[in-house]
């Protein structure tokens, strides 16, 4: 596991100082990170409190060498359509913006860092084996 992507919950427990969180990111050699959670993130810190700061450190971690920014395209459309249709006739629905999540992730190959466990619902994400 040598190239992860993160849900905006590991971000926050990144942030937060969570060890185990920090130990696999530590020893990782690309951390991707979909424009999706980087738009949770801004609307999260929108409405927080400390929304510069947020920001500020959001930027520091994005400028880190390690970290992969990935955009949509027409493949991450096509990886999303699967994952929708095959929760759906599974009867497991996941939130829309998890589905970009899970389809950015298949698309570049990566494995999926969450504290959300219905990503287990996708047939084909690789996850990173996590204790809470």
Do not use: C
Request: hydrophobic letters at 40%.
């Amino acid at each position: 596991m040598r190239h992860i992507s993160i849900d905006t919950n590991v971000y926050s427990a990144f942030k937060r100082g969570n060890r185990q969180i920090i130990e696999i990111i530590q020893n990782v050699d690309i951390i991707g990170i979909d424009i999706t959670v980087i738009a949770e993130l801004l609307a999260g810190f929108k409405n927080g409190t400390h929304e510069k700061q947020n920001r500020q450190n959001l930027t520091d971690f994005l400028n880190n060498n390690r970290i992969e920014l990935t955009f949509h395209n027409t493949d991450t459309a096509e990886f999303y359509a699967h994952i929708y249709s095959v929760l759906r006739k599974k009867g497991t629905p996941i939130p829309t913006n998890d589905i970009w999540i899970a389809a950015s992730t298949m698309q570049h190959g990566h494995t999926l860092l969450s504290l959300d466990v219905h990503f287990r619902n996708i047939d084909g994400l690789l996850i990173v084996p996590f204790a809470r």
